[in-house]
């Protein structure tokens, strides 16, 4: 069964950067993902489409500031300088046929 | 630009049914599938349905399957979902959203939201 697993909660200072972290379940490590982030009373919104190779496809106007990466079942999300619009809920989110998956997501707070 | 606008939220007796609707502009309706996803109170996302560009194929989760129905209109540009028998633990925020592209079925474009309470 597919699954995406993420870490409840993540911090990290204004100015400084994070990264974190979305893991494939056994099985489906060559899966593509995207990443959402959902601000407080917000809908979600699109981030970006991490593929296999590492390549970022983003949504219209997210900031260089944000980047993805992946390693083997591990797909990462950096943010750099880190801003207090920033402190959001990410959200990994993925497919298969039949069905779409979502993380649980991360609970991101700027210190 | 893409815009995907959900109505027809409200409160309603365990048991009961609600239509949600979602109008989409900005973009060529006919060419994309389109999703409902949804967020229950404090809770994560949580995907309910999907279905194909022209209608013909939709799959759904466990947890509404045989309950939900998703559909189409692409004449009027506009998603729906039905929803019967509903449970206290269908009340949720209920999302429109659109696929990236054929090639990234990625929900990549969402409505704000529509609010389903189910209580008695």
């Known amino acids: 069964q597919l699954v995406l697993t993420q870490s409840p909660s993540a911090s990290a200072s204004l100015g400084a950067s994070v990264k974190l972290t979305c893991t494939l379940s056994?099985?489906?490590?060559?899966?593509?993902i995207a990443w959402l982030q959902q601000q407080p009373e917000k809908g979600p919104r699109y981030l970006m489409k991490?593929?296999?190779?590492?390549?970022?496809s983003k949504g219209d106007g997210i900031p260089d500031r944000f980047s993805g990466s992946t390693s083997g079942a591990e797909h990462y999300l950096t943010i750099s300088s880190l801003q207090s619009e920033d402190e959001a809920d990410y959200y990994c989110h993925t497919w298969d046929t039949g069905t779409r998956v979502f993380g649980g997501g991360t609970k991101l707070t700027v210190l | 630009q893409v815009q995907l606008v959900e109505s027809g939220g409200g409160l309603v007796k365990p048991g009961g049914s609600l239509r949600l609707s979602c109008a989409a502009s900005g973009f060529s309706f006919s060419d994309y599938y389109m999703s409902w996803v949804r967020q229950a109170p404090g809770k994560g996302l949580q995907w309910v349905s999907y279905?194909?560009?022209?209608?013909?194929?939709?799959y759904y989760a466990d947890s509404v399957k045989g309950r939900f129905t998703i559909s189409r209109d692409n004449a009027k540009n506009s998603l729906y979902l039905q929803m019967n028998s509903l449970r206290a633990e269908d009340t949720a925020v209920y999302y429109c959203?659109?696929?990236?592209?054929?090639?990234?079925?990625?929900?990549?474009?969402w409505g704000q939201g529509a609010l389903v309470s189910v209580s008695s």
């Open positions: 056994s099985g489906h490590s060559g899966y593509a």
């Open positions: 959203a659109r696929d990236k592209a054929a090639s990234a079925p990625v929900s990549a474009f």
């Open positions: 279905i194909s560009s022209s209608g013909y194929t939709t």
């Open positions: 991490v593929d296999t190779d590492g390549s970022n």
